[in-house]
């Protein structure tokens, strides 16, 4: 069973459109995270979200953490092609545990020009 | 140094081998974890180092799986008698100390393992 439940699984858009894409869960986490990671990379960290309702902004891409911190979206704005890559949501829980992540599958995002 | 190191960056061996792996974290980040990313399971916990503490090993898969942390630093992940089913990138990732929400992780390019 996947602790973390990434839609969708493959997303392919064309430079300028939104999108949003979804992390889920049946757990509560402290915090959750994403990264984006590029082929031959390892990823890299976007952004983290500690409370319920949450919402934060990084240019073009916006994260929202649900009220309950079960589930998180990430929502870009006149994507570009530079934004392809894998979306990996991760969440950590509180307690003795709080130094280990569980990441979803995530969401390889394609941008075509 | 600037970023998180890791070699070789990608490696083939032969069904029964044995392989290491190295890890060589940021430099003054206590933390270090290994990580497995397998096509189509996204990246499966292996083992955290955390100081001088016992460390984390509740996802190294089988007992061919061991890793070590010299003095507070350098990680070497050793897997034995390779299986095809070894195959997979291995990312190494380190971070400061405390709640993993304060730091967030760096992560290396990764190893990518072939088992032929």
């Known amino acids: 069973t996947q602790l973390l439940e990434q839609s969708p699984q493959f997303l392919s858009i064309q430079e300028g459109e939104n999108l949003t894409v979804y992390c889920n869960s049946s757990?509560?986490?402290?915090?959750l995270q994403w990264y984006r990671q590029e082929p031959g990379e390892g990823p890299v960290l976007l952004v983290t979200v500690v409370t319920g309702g949450e919402v934060k902004k990084l240019k073009r891409l916006t994260f929202q953490f649900g009220d309950a911190r079960k589930d998180s979206s990430l929502h870009i704005t006149a994507a570009q092609p530079g934004d392809t890559g894998l979306y990996l949501c991760a969440g950590a829980k509180s307690g003795g545990s709080n130094y280990k992540l569980t990441f979803g599958k995530g969401t390889l995002l394609t941008v075509n020009p | 140094g600037a970023g998180v190191s890791q070699s070789p960056s990608n490696k083939v061996t032969e069904k029964g081998k044995d392989v290491e792996l190295r890890c060589d974290p940021i430099?003054?980040?206590?933390?270090l974890y290994w990580y497995r990313q397998s096509l189509g399971q996204g990246l499966e916990f292996l083992i955290y180092?955390?100081?001088?503490?016992?460390?984390?090993k509740s996802g190294l898969p089988s007992d061919r799986f061991s890793a070590e942390r010299t003095g507070g630093s350098v990680s070497t992940l050793t897997i034995q008698r390779t299986q095809q089913e070894d195959s997979a990138v291995y990312l190494c990732?380190?971070?400061?100390?405390?709640?993993?929400?304060?730091?967030?992780?760096?992560f290396g390019s990764g190893t990518r393992l072939t088992v032929v």
């Open positions: 757990s509560v986490f402290s915090s």
């Open positions: 990732a380190s971070s400061g100390q405390g709640a993993v929400s304060n730091y967030g992780y760096t």
């Open positions: 430099s003054g980040h206590t933390a």
């Open positions: 180092f955390q100081g001088n503490s016992a460390p984390d």
